[in-house]
């Protein structure tokens, strides 16, 4: 099970009543980060024994605030705010819609903030049907990967109406550096697509790099300390060039998961005319991972095709 390393200090909002819904590698230490920082907590996950253990893992540190419930609706019931991380544009609407979805359990000006990575499109359409049952969406994908999430310091970008964001944004902060609206419902999901586009091309970037230099003969550990000195500093560089020299994968963020995140891009592309001709080639070259069976792998995993 994932775990969390408690911050030094939550400065959150005083206590509420919350719900979260999935507990993967990033949903589970968010959780934990709001049961921490005094929340009570109801818990929803599609594996139920996922949700047991987190209540029995708060259980063992003496903490009773959070329970499981067996379906989002119930999660949602009482609830002044709902948070979800689950997978994809469809498994979100699983657990937002329908007689079990946690819209029939919300109350009116509960606030839902979503941190699935999911389509700007999907993110206006529960928006909307949120409102017309007089509660508030707020689109909010993470930034910072399972690490982020654990250590409490994600960094979310948030789409939605600025009244329900300053309601939720000091709850969110239990599990964040950074909390920031940044438009109208579906300017979270976009800007996190920008995210993705950058991520793509500094990977592979760094992959040619590392290639390139080990090719020539480098100690590429040191060249990777003075660079970081430099220009073509970056996070990337900091935290997986060396796990890349190392030809170590098997951590991070998945290129399943990057391969879904590049096709929300590429068709938010389409429908909005951006060129991306090097987010298009990467993603192919993610592909290829794939082929190789490495769709597990740390997104860092792009140097094998050129080893």
Known sequence: MPHVNPKASYDSAPPQRVAFIGLGVMGWPMAAH???????????????????????????????RVRAAATPRAAAEGASFVMACVGNDDDLRSVVLGPDGALAGMGPDTVFADHTTAS??????????????????????????????????????????????????????????????????GAGQLAKM??????????????????FGQRAGLDMKRVLDVLGQGAAQSWQMDHRGKTMVEDRFDFGFAVDWMRKD?????????????????????????ADVQAMGGGRWDTSSLIRRLR
């Not at 949700?51 to 009773?64: F, K, N, P, T, W």
């Not at 920008?194 to 290639?211: F, M, P």
């Open 194 to 211: 920008v995210n993705q586009i950058c991520i793509a091309g500094l990977v592979q970037g760094l992959s040619e790099a590392i290639a």
């Open 262 to 286: 590049l096709d929300l891009v590429l068709r938010e592309a389409r429908h909005n005319g951006a060129r991306l001709p090097v987010t298009a080639l990467v993603d192919q070259f993610y």
């Open 34 to 64: 709001l049961v921490l920082a005094g929340h009570t907590v109801t818990v929803y996950n599609r594996t139920a024994a996922k949700a047991q253990a987190l209540v029995q893992a708060m259980a063992e540190r003496g903490i009773d």
């Open 120 to 185: 700007a499109e999907v993110a206006r359409e529960l928006y909307a049907i949120a409102r017309e049952r007089g509660c508030y969406f707020v689109d909010a994908p993470v930034s910072g990967g399972q690490a982020g999430a654990e250590n409490g310091q994600l960094t979310i970008m948030c789409g939605g109406d600025e009244a329900p964001f300053a309601r939720v944004q000091p709850v969110m902060a239990a599990y964040a550096r950074a909390v920031t609206r940044l438009g109208d419902s």
